[in-house]
């Protein structure tokens, strides 16, 4: 496996594969890795040739500097997992490399009224500094697919919005989100839970998957009452948002004739912030 601080290195060892037909997959990373992203590394290979990994905290879409600050970089442990996974080549830049202007450079598009919504709400600007990196890493790498988890349902809407403003010829493709063995979805921030937090932590799936499988039993109005119930009783549990929403806007679910309907949460799970959302059809 190759690993690549620069941008100009990683053009360098991918411009020979590119003229040989190889198709390249770009599997964009915070490190800190988990079989989540090792399943998104799995379903690159089935799409693709050559695969780059890349692992970059970005500044720009952290909108708490505490959560920045211990945001866990475990670097050796990731490029370990890498390799075993069979990527191809890893692409880990500083700051600098990625913001030879400062992190404050000028950046700005229309992502769509979805981008205020949820996620959005609650960090406000984080789409835009998503944006930002995914576009600057799309650049460099000029992957023919990219792989992202459904676990970050909205992002993956504001790359779709990203990718049409700038008409970019990228095959995006959503990965399933994987779960520990008793439903609480994989994340990077798990690590911050204490084994009672890890307990609570289970009430982000349990009153998800009560919404899918009681969702043409109640209108939607009582089923997110219903699941904002499982909260209630919770210490240290501090829900942010449970919504049904439209599954392409993310506007409030109206109808459940809606051709696409996805249920999502928020909340802070001791000091940590999670989130999680499972598709209702
Ligand atoms: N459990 C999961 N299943 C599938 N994909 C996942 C999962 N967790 C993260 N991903 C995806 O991996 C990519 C990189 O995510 P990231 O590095 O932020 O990890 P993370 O676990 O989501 O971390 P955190 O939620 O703590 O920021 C994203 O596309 C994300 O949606
Ligand atoms: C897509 C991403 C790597 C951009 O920093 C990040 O938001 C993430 O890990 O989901
Ligand atoms: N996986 C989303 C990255 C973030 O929380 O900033």
């Known amino acids: 496996m190759e690993v690549f601080k620069t941008k100009a290195a990683l053009k360098a060892y991918l411009e020979p594969l590119k003229a040989a037909g190889k198709k390249i997959a770009l599997v964009p990373t915070m490190g800190a890795l988990h079989n989540g992203h090792i399943s998104l590394i799995k379903l690159a290979q089935?799409?693709?040739d050559v695969i780059v990994c890349s692992i970059f905290v970005n500044p720009t879409q952290f909108t708490d500097p505490k959560d920045l600050e211990k945001y866990p970089r475990p670097i050796e442990h990731d490029l370990a997992m890498l390799n075993t996974a069979g990527c191809s080549a890893v692409f880990m830049p500083n700051v600098e490399?990625?913001?030879p202007e400062g992190a404050g450079e000028n950046w700005h598009i229309n992502l769509g009224n979805a981008e205020f919504l949820l996620e959005g709400a609650f960090?406000?600007?984080?789409?835009?500094?998503?944006?930002?990196?995914v576009k600057k890493l799309f650049d460099a790498v000029?992957?023919?697919v990219a792989m992202f988890g459904q676990k970050d349902y909205q992002q993956v809407l504001m790359i779709k919005n990203m990718l049409e403003h700038f008409k970019l010829p990228i095959n995006i493709i959503t990965c399933p989100i994987i779960r520990e063995d008793d439903g609480l979805a994989m994340s990077s921030r798990n690590i911050h839970l204490?084994?009672?937090?890890?307990?609570?932590?289970?009430?982000?799936?349990?009153?998800?998957?009560?919404?899918?499988?009681?969702?043409q039993s109640?209108?939607?109005?009582?089923?997110?009452?219903?699941?904002?119930?499982?909260?209630?009783?919770?210490?240290?549990?501090?829900?942010?948002y449970f919504t049904i929403a439209k599954g392409d806007t993310l506007q409030p679910a109206e109808t459940k004739e809606e051709k696409s309907l996805v249920a999502l949460v928020a909340a802070k799970v001791g000091a940590t912030r999670l989130i999680d959302n499972m598709i209702i059809k």
């Open 46 to 48: 089935e799409n693709a």
């Open 97 to 99: 490399e990625m913001y």
């Open 123 to 133: 960090r406000k600007g984080h789409y835009q500094g998503v944006t930002q990196i």
């Open 142 to 144: 000029e992957p023919d």
């Open 194 to 215: 204490s084994k009672t937090d890890r307990k609570n932590a289970l009430v982000l799936s349990k009153s998800l998957q009560y919404v899918v499988d009681n969702f």
């Open 218 to 240: 109640y209108s939607f109005d009582e089923l997110v009452k219903q699941a904002k119930a499982f909260y209630n009783d919770l210490e240290g549990v501090e829900l942010d």
